[in-house]
């Protein structure tokens, strides 16, 4: 297994009125945070905030290319990004005991965090259509270039993991600094991981290990 300190490009934050980031996306413009109440849109280039959408945002965010979508408790919300508008809900898996949300192949990919997996889950119905196994709490999961990660933060130990999708083998690692826990985890299609930072309330750029 492969295994390398995270290398952090840039941090971002605290930001003002933001006590925890809760989830990381990214539309290819605005890196999204999930903050409990709201969704903020951040410049990735320097972390100013563009706007914010009034809506839950208790754990993990995705985007498909046109909408977000966006944990809330027991339930993952469709939102309009250019209204905020809440256009379609669907159950969440393990009755919401769940984290990471990821957009791939045109279905969820959705972290339960204690339980160690990650559920492909059909955006329409909430039906789970298959389940990976990890080692290691998930806390984000993105996928990028057809690798599968996901964020941990277990016992003060933080991390990315890069996952064997058929397996959940674990074969690849970027260890955080102490004290740089992952609540949120995204890519940006190229060598840049947006990681939040919890109760830090911060935003970390993190690089992407080249690739063999």
């Not at 889950?121 to 984000?140: A, K």
């Not at 990315?160 to 074969?171: F, N, Q, S």
Request: charged residues 25%; glycine residues 14%; aromatic residues 6%.
């Amino acid at each position: 297994m492969k295994t390398s300190k995270a290398e952090i490009l840039h941090e971002y934050g605290p930001f003002p009125g933001v006590e925890q980031v809760n989830g990381v996306s990214f539309d290819g413009d605005n890196v999204w945070i999930a903050t409990g109440e709201a969704l903020s849109a951040l410049s990735p280039a320097d972390g100013t905030m563009r706007r914010t959408i009034a809506v839950a945002a208790h754990a993990g965010t995705a985007f498909d290319g046109r909408h977000l979508f966006q944990i809330a408790e027991d339930t993952i919300q469709k939102i309009e990004p250019e209204t905020g508008r809440v256009i379609a809900t669907i159950p969440a898996p393990a009755g919401g005991a769940v984290s990471g949300l990821a957009w791939a192949e045109g279905d969820l990919w959705v972290g339960e965090y204690r339980a160690r997996k990650i559920h492909r889950v059909d955006p329409d119905t909430g039906t789970i259509l298959r389940t990976i196994e990890s080692n290691r709490m998930v806390t984000g999961v993105t996928w990028v270039d057809g690798e599968l990660w996901h964020g941990t933060t277990d016992d003060e130990e933080s991390g990315l993991l890069r996952l064997d999708p058929a397996t959940g083998d674990v074969v690849e690692t970027v260890e955080m600094p102490t004290g740089a826990v992952v609540s949120g985890l995204e890519s940006d299609g190229g060598d840049r991981f947006f990681c939040g930072g919890g109760k830090s309330g911060k935003l970390r750029v993190v690089r992407r290990p080249a690739r063999d």
